[in-house]
């Protein structure tokens, strides 16, 4: 059964810390792995990784992707309380029908103190 | 505004009541998703319609929920003889099929069951 992993579960830190969030997954066939914040409703996007070692950045953010170990990380360097979410990490399975659907971890809760 | 809108964005129920919600995708995107989602857990897939047709149905999707998209656009969420385990939040997704594309989510809608 596909599944993802994500830890730890929660997180304080105080402004200005650096975080790094740990995905780990089991898919069948793999095709990419999307990282999303929630803070109160939608998940928002924030990357999207499909090939090993190739990192994305926005601003403070980024994140990597490695396809031999299974696993990504999410950095968020010199923390703001606005950074304050759950922060989701699901993979995307390449099966024959290629829905696109999204297989969610359990999510990271971060809480940035002033 | 031209991202996925759900309504209701909240309802409260009696347990045994209908439920119905509503999804409408941003508008050139061709597939829609829906997820449930319950408190500290990640967002659990439930169904995907590719224009109309309705193509994946996870085994979460009991014989009392039931979705439709009837002309590729918007979709509705049915729950009928609505139990207190189906308190959760329901979230629309929707997306570009033929390429690598995010899903962009809605707010979704808070269900209650009392």
């Known amino acids: 059964e596909d599944k993802v992993v994500q830890s730890p579960l929660s997180l304080v830190v105080h402004e200005g810390d650096t975080v790094t969030l740990n995905c780990s997954y089991e898919v069948t066939n793999f095709r990419s792995l999307l990282w999303y914040k929630q803070e109160k409703k939608a998940p928002t996007f924030l990357f999207m990784l499909?090939?090993?070692?190739i990192e994305k950045k926005s601003g403070r953010l980024s994140s990597i992707l490695d396809k031999k170990e299974l696993f990504s990380i999410l950095n968020i360097t010199a923390t703001q309380t606005g950074d304050s979410a759950v922060y989701l990490c699901a993979v995307t399975p390449h099966g024959s029908s290629n829905t696109g659907k999204l297989i969610f971890g359990q999510g990271t809760t971060l809480q940035v103190k002033p | 505004d031209t991202g996925v809108s759900q309504d209701p964005r909240h309802k409260i129920t009696k347990r045994g009541q209908n439920v119905t919600f509503r999804c409408d995708p941003i508008?050139?995107?061709?597939?829609l998703y829906w997820y449930r989602q319950t408190l500290g857990q990640g967002p659990e897939f439930l169904t995907y319609f590719q224009n109309e047709a309705q193509l994946e149905k996870s085994r979460l999707l009991s014989d009392r929920f039931s979705a439709e998209r009837p002309k590729g656009s918007f979709s509705t969420l049915e729950i009928q003889r609505t139990e207190q385990g189906d308190s959760a939040m329901y979230l629309c997704?929707?997306?570009?099929?033929?390429?690598?594309?995010?899903?962009?989510f809605g707010q979704g809608t808070r269900l209650t069951v009392v």
């Open positions: 499909t090939s090993s070692g």
């Open positions: 997704a929707s997306s570009l099929r033929g390429r690598d594309t995010e899903a962009f």
């Open positions: 508008s050139e995107h061709n597939r």
